[in-house]
C-alpha cells in the first residue's frame, strides 16, 4: 500500500525533481531516455517506473522485443553502440560501487557521446535513479487500469 503522495507532502522537492525531469526530456534522445528509465528502474525493483516507462516507451512507438531485452541488454544483438554505451553506464550510475564508475565503462560512453550528451546522460540516470528511490520508499503502486 502507497505510503504517502510525495508530490501533495513535499510540493517544493517533487517540483525540483521535476525540473530535472523536464531538463532530461528536452536533452536527451527520447528512444535512449526510455531505455536508461527502464533499465535504472529494473535495476532498483520499481514496479511503477517500470510499468510507466515500459509503457512510454511503447506510446513513442518502441518495439515490445526491444523493450523485454533491456533486462538482458548485454546479450541481446537489438542495441546499437551509443545505446549499449548509455546502458552500461546506467548500470554502472545505478549500482554505484565503492569504486565508481569504472574507466572501461566511462571511456566507452566517452568513445560514442560527446561531452555534453554525457553530462546529460548522467543527469538523466540520475534523475531516474531519484525517482526510485522515492518509488520503491513510498511502496507507488502502478494504475490497476490503463
Same mark, same amino acid.
Given at each position: ?14 517540483? #525540483? ?12 534522445? !527520447?528512444?535512449? %531516455?526510455? &531505455?536508461?528509465? &527502464? ?13 510507466? !516507462?515500459? /509503457?512510454?516507451? &511503447?506510446? =513513442? ?12 541488454? /548485454? =546479450? ?7 545505446? /549499449?554505451?548509455?546502458? #552500461? ?5 545505478? /549500482? %554505484?560501487? =565503492? !569504486?565508481?564508475?569504472?574507466?572501461? $565503462?566511462?571511456? #566507452?560512453?566517452?568513445? +560514442?557521446?560527446?561531452?555534453?550528451? %554525457?553530462?546529460? &546522460? ?7 535513479? +531519484?525517482?526510485?528511490?522515492?518509488? $520503491? ?8 487500469? +490503463?
Amino acid at each position: 500500500m502507497q505510503r504517502m503522495n510525495p508530490g501533495e507532502v513535499a510540493p517544493k522537492a517533487y517540483q #525540483a525533481v521535476m525540473g530535472m525531469e523536464k531538463y532530461v526530456q528536452s536533452n536527451v534522445d !527520447h528512444t535512449v %531516455l526510455e &531505455l536508461i528509465k &527502464l533499465r535504472a528502474s529494473m535495476l532498483n525493483g520499481c514496479a511503477y517506473c517500470v510499468d510507466m !516507462h515500459s /509503457r512510454d516507451a &511503447l506510446a =513513442e512507438g518502441e518495439s515490445s522485443r526491444r523493450l523485454f531485452a533491456v533486462a538482458t541488454w /548485454r =546479450e541481446a544483438p537489438f542495441f546499437d553502440e551509443r545505446e /549499449r554505451a548509455a546502458l #552500461a553506464l546506467t548500470d554502472a550510475v545505478t /549500482r %554505484l560501487g =565503492e !569504486h565508481g564508475v569504472p574507466d572501461e $565503462v566511462w571511456d #566507452a560512453a566517452a568513445k +560514442v557521446w560527446s561531452e555534453k550528451e %554525457l553530462a546529460d &546522460l548522467v543527469f538523466a540516470i540520475a534523475t531516474i535513479n +531519484v525517482w526510485n528511490r522515492i518509488g $520503491v520508499t513510498l511502496r507507488l503502486e502502478p494504475p490497476a487500469q +490503463v
